[in-house]
C-alpha cells in the first residue's frame, strides 16, 4: 500500500466516527506524516500528548519543528497534562474537532481509572467526530478498548517514501560525501531498503556515504547486510540475499527441472495472460536427504532472496500475539516481494500435536497460514519442509494448497556421488584420487547429512594421523557408521510407503 492509500484510510476511519484508532509501530515520525498529511484536508486541528511532554498544539505543518528550526519555536504544553488522567480530564470538556495523538499510551491505559475516562472521551467523540490516536511499539489493550479500537496497519514504508529518505539524505549530505548513483543504483538501493523503517534507511544511508566519505553503487550490499541484521533483530525471520546463498544441491533433479518450468510463473507474460504466479511447494522426507538444502536452492535457482520463517518463535504466551507474529512475519515477506519464504519443519509449529496443551494455538495459527496461502497475491513463494508427515494436518497436503509436494527419499547411487563430489570439493579434494564408484556403493542406505559426516570424520583423522584422505579412511568411517536408515528402519518404511503413492518424488 502507497502512503498516499494509507493517508485516505486512516481519513476515511476518522470521519466515519472512529473515535480510537490504535497504531502499533516504532515509526513515530511516519505517524506524524500520517496524521497531518491527513488532517490538512480535512482541516482538523492536532494534538499530541506524551507523558514527558503533557499535551500540545501540534505545529501545523510537519518537518519543520526541529529540522530545520526556521521558526526555532517549540510548542508550549497545556498546562497540568503530563499526568494522563489530568490530560484526559482536560479533553472531556473540549467540543471542537480534533485529532489527538497519545504517545506509548497503551500502557497507561491497564488502570482501570484511565480506561474508564478514556472510554467516556472516546464515547463524546464519537458524536463530534474527534479521535484518539494511540501508538506504542507494541500494544495489548484491555478487552472493551479492544473491541472499540480500530487498529491501523502502518505497513512498512513504501518505495516512494525510501526514495524520498534517499533523495533527502543525499541533500543533507552537502559536500561532506560525494554522491555517485545512477538511476539504477537509486532503484537498487530502494530495492535493498524495503523492509526497513525509514529511520533505519536514513541511518544505513548516511553511514555508507559517512564511512568514506562517497555514495556509490557498492554501498547496496552494505545496506542489503545492514537489512539482514535488522530482519533477525526483529526475531521472527533471517534473511540471505541472493548473492550470499551458495547451496549446492546434489541431485534433485525432479524438483530442480520443476522450478525451471515454474519460473515462467513470474515472467511478464504469464502476467499478461492472466496466469497465477508459482505459490509454493512442499517437501517432505526422510530426515538429512537435503530438504533444508533445498529450500535454499530454491531461491538460489530463482536468484530471489530468501526469508526463513522460525515459526518456533512466532508462538506468545498472551492470546493473539502469536497471529499478530505471523502477520508481522508475512507483512515484512510481502514488503521485500518478490522473494521466498521458507517454513522449516512446519509440523512441529503447525502440526497436530504441536498443539496439544496450547489452547488450540497451533491451530489457530496454523488457520492464520492456510488463510493467508489461499490469498496471498504478492509474489512471495512459499517452501514449507516437513520431516514428519503423520504430524501435518491433512489440510495441508490437500490438491491446490501448494502446487505440488514433493518426496525425499534416501539419495539413490547417482545422486550419493554427487553429494559425495560436492562435499569432497568443498573440502578442496581432488576427486580423482577417490574410489567413488566403492564409496557410492559403500554408502547405500545412507542420507546426505551422514554422508557429509563421514567426509568430515574421515578429514579429522587423516588431519590428526598426518596423512592425506583416501579412500581407505572414508571406507573406515562408514563401516563404522549405523545410518538411521537401519537404526529406524520401519519408521522410515512407513514413511515412504505413505509418501510414495501420493506425493512427486523430486528425483
Ligand atoms: N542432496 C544433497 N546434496 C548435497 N548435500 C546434501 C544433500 N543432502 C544432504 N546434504 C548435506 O546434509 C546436510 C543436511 O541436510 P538438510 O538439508 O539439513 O537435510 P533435511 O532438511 O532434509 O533434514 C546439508 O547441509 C548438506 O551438507
Ligand atoms: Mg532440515
Redesign the pocket.
Known amino acids: 500500500m502507497s502512503f498516499a492509500s494509507s493517508v485516505r484510510h486512516f481519513q476515511t476511519l476518522v470521519i466515519s466516527f472512529h473515535s480510537i484508532i490504535a497504531i502499533e509501530t516504532v515509526e513515530e515520525e511516519r505517524v506524524e506524516t500520517l496524521i497531518h498529511t491527513a488532517c490538512k484536508d480535512l482541516q482538523m486541528m492536532v494534538f499530541e500528548w506524551s507523558v514527558a511532554q503533557g499535551l500540545m498544539r501540534s505545529p501545523g505543518s510537519p518537518g519543520n519543528r526541529w529540522r530545520n528550526g526556521s521558526d526555532g519555536q517549540r510548542p508550549t504544553p497545556i498546562g497540568k497534562t503530563t499526568d494522563p488522567l489530568d490530560m484526559l480530564r482536560h479533553l472531556d470538556g473540549i467540543t471542537y474537532r480534533a485529532i489527538y495523538w497519545l504517545k506509548d499510551f497503551g500502557r497507561h491505559l491497564k488502570d482501570p481509572v484511565v480506561a474508564r475516562q478514556f472510554r467516556e472521551v472516546a464515547h463524546q467523540f464519537s458524536f463530534n467526530r474527534s479521535t484518539l490516536v494511540i501508538t506504542e511499539d507494541s500494544m495489548r489493550l484491555p478487552s472493551p478498548l479492544h473491541q472499540e479500537a480500530v487498529y491501523f496497519d502502518l505497513k512498512l514504508p513504501s518505495p516512494d517514501e525510501l526514495y524520498q529518505t534517499i533523495s533527502q539524505v543525499m541533500r543533507n549530505l552537502g559536500s561532506r560525501a560525494k554522491v555517485d548513483l545512477s538511476p539504477e543504483d537509486i532503484h537498487a538501493l530502494v530495492q535493498a531498503m524495503r523492509g526497513m523503517t525509514l529511520k533505519q534507511a536514513r541511518q544505513v544511508i548516511a553511514y555508507a556515504a559517512l564511512a568514506d566519505g562517497k555514495l556509490i553503487a557498492t554501498d547496496v550490499e552494505r545496506v542489503v547486510q545492514r537489512k539482514a541484521q535488522v530482519i533477525h533483530e526483529g526475531g521472527l525471520l533471517d534473511y540471505l540475499p541472493a548473492a550470499a546463498n551458495m547451496a549446492?544441491?546434489?541431485?534433485?533433479q525432479g524438483l530442480k527441472a520443476w522450478l525451471q518450468r515454474a519460473w515462467v510463473g513470474f515472467s511478464p507474460e504469464a502476467h499478461r495472460y492472466n496466469l497465477p504466479a508459482p505459490k509454493g511447494i512442499l517437501i517432505v522426507?526422510?530426515?538429512?536427504?537435503?530438504?533444508?538444502?533445498?529450500a535454499k536452492t530454491v531461491a538460489r535457482q530463482w536468484k530471489l532472496p530468501l526469508l526463513k520463517l522460525d515459526a518456533g518463535r512466532l508462538y506468545d504466551k498472551y492470546i493473539g500475539e502469536s497471529e499478530k507474529n505471523f502477520h508481522r512475519a508475512v507483512t515484512m515477506a510481502e514488503t521485500m516481494a518478490p522473494v521466498v519464504l521458507w517454513i522449516?519443519e512446519i509440523e512441529k509449529s503447525m502440526g497436530q500435536t504441536s498443539g496439544e496443551g496450547d489452547g488450540g494455538l497451533s491451530r489457530r495459527l496454523f488457520g492464520s497460514f492456510l488463510t493467508w496461502l489461499q490469498e496471498k497475491s504478492q509474489d512471495i513463494f512459499v517452501v514449507a519442509?516437513a520431516?514428519d508427515l503423520s504430524q501435518l494436518p491433512p489440510e495441508l497436503l490437500r490438491k491446490g494448497r501448494f502446487d505440488e509436494i514433493f518426496f525425499?527419499d534416501l539419495?539413490d547411487a547417482a545422486?550419493r556421488q554427487?553429494?559425495l563430489e560436492?562435499?569432497l570439493q568443498r573440502r578442496n579434494q581432488a576427486i580423482s584420487t577417490f574410489h567413488l564408484d566403492t564409496l557410492v556403493q559403500a554408502t547405500e542406505g545412507f542420507?546426505?547429512?551422514e554422508?557429509?559426516h563421514v567426509i568430515n570424520a574421515a578429514l579429522y583423522r587423516a588431519l590428526y594421523e598426518q596423512r592425506q584422505l583416501d579412500t581407505a579412511l572414508l571406507l573406515h568411517e562408514i563401516t563404522s557408521t549405523v545410518p538411521l536408515s537401519i537404526a529406524r528402519r520401519e519408521d522410515m518404511q512407513r514413511l515412504r510407503a505413505l509418501a510414495q503413492e501420493r506425493f512427486v518424488t523430486v528425483r
Do not use: R, Y
Open positions: 549446492q544441491l546434489g541431485g534433485f522426507g526422510v530426515q538429512g536427504c537435503g530438504k533444508s538444502l533445498a522449516d519442509t520431516n525425499v539419495p545422486e554427487a553429494i560436492i562435499h542420507s546426505g547429512a554422508i557429509e
